[in-house]
C-alpha cells in the first residue's frame, strides 16, 4: 500500500472574510501538500475560524487592507521555502497539485516562481472557453519577498509581481479551480460592488472615463470572450460570461463617468457634503475578466474570476 508523500517545504497563504462556502474545498485541496497554512482573517463570524482552525491553519485577525496590501501581509507571514498564494474560493485541482510537488521536489535555482491557469468552475464544470486562459503567478521563493516578489497592482486588480532578472517564471499544468459564480443573478450583484471600489482606484490614479468609453468598452468585454476566447463554446455557461464581463465594465464606466463629473462639478461629496462610501472589503467577487481582477475578502467567496496575478 502507497505510504502518504510528505507535505513540502511550502507555505500557503490565504485572505479571507466569511468565506465558509468555499473554504472547505480551498483548504481538502492542500492538505497534505503544504507544511504550512497561513491564513490572514479580517473578521469572519461564520464558520471560516473554525474550519482553519480544523485545518490546521495559523491564523492571524487584521483589519481590511484592501486587496493587495492584506495579500501581502499573508505573504509576509509565511515562513517555508516556498509560498503559494490563493483565495479562499480557488482549490488546487489534482494535476496541479502533482506539478507543484514536481516543480518544488526538483527545485530548479533558476526558477523563482509558478504561473498557473486559474479556471471558473459554475454548476459542475469547468468554463473551459471563457476567461481562458488566465495565467495568474501564485507560487513564489518566500524569500524574494517583498524586494523582488511583490503584490501590486490597483485595487481591487492585484497581481503577484516579480521583478525582471530575477530569474525563470515556470509554467505549471493543471488548474486552479475558481468558485466565484454561485449564480449570475448574485455574480452581477457582487460586480456592482467591485465595480464602485474599481472606479474609485481608477480615479485615484488620475484615471478617467468618456462617452466613447461608455458606448465602446462594453460591448469590446463582450466581444472578447465570445469570439477572441470562443465562450459560445461553454454553451449557455459561455453567454452569460460573456454577458457578465460586458455589465462589469459598463458599471465600472458609468461609476468612474459619475465621479469624473462630480470633480469637474466640485461636487464630489454624495449630496449630504461627504465623499461617497465605497466599500472597503471588495466584495470577493471578479470584475469584468476574472484574468483582471483579484477577490478579496466577501461574504460567500474571495475573488473574482481573476484575472488577479
Known sequence: MPQPESPLPL???IVCKNNEQTIG???DSVKGLAAEIVAVDSGSTDSTIPMLEEAGARIVRSE??????TKQKALE???QPWALSIDSDESVEPELAASIRK???ENDPGVVACRV???VWYLGRFLNHAWQPEWRTRLVRRELTPGKVRWGGVDP???LMVDPGAGRVLDLEGALRHDTIADFASFLEAQVRLSRVSASSLREAGRGSSAWKLMTSPPGAFLKQMVLKSAWRDGWRGWCAAGSAAAATLMKQIILLDLQGRRSEGREGDGRGEPPRFPTDGGARPDSEPGDTVPGPGKGGS???????
Request: proline letters at 3%; aromatic letters at 4%.
Open 64 to 69: 481590511w487592507l484592501g486587496h493587495i496590501k
Open 103 to 105: 516543480a518544488l521536489t
Open 11 to 13: 507555505s500557503v497563504a
Open 117 to 119: 491557469n486559474r479556471k
Open 157 to 159: 486588480h492585484d497581481k
Open 303 to 309: 475573488g473574482s474570476p481573476a484575472r488577479s496575478a
Open 77 to 79: 507571514l509565511c515562513t
Open 25 to 27: 474545498r480551498t483548504l
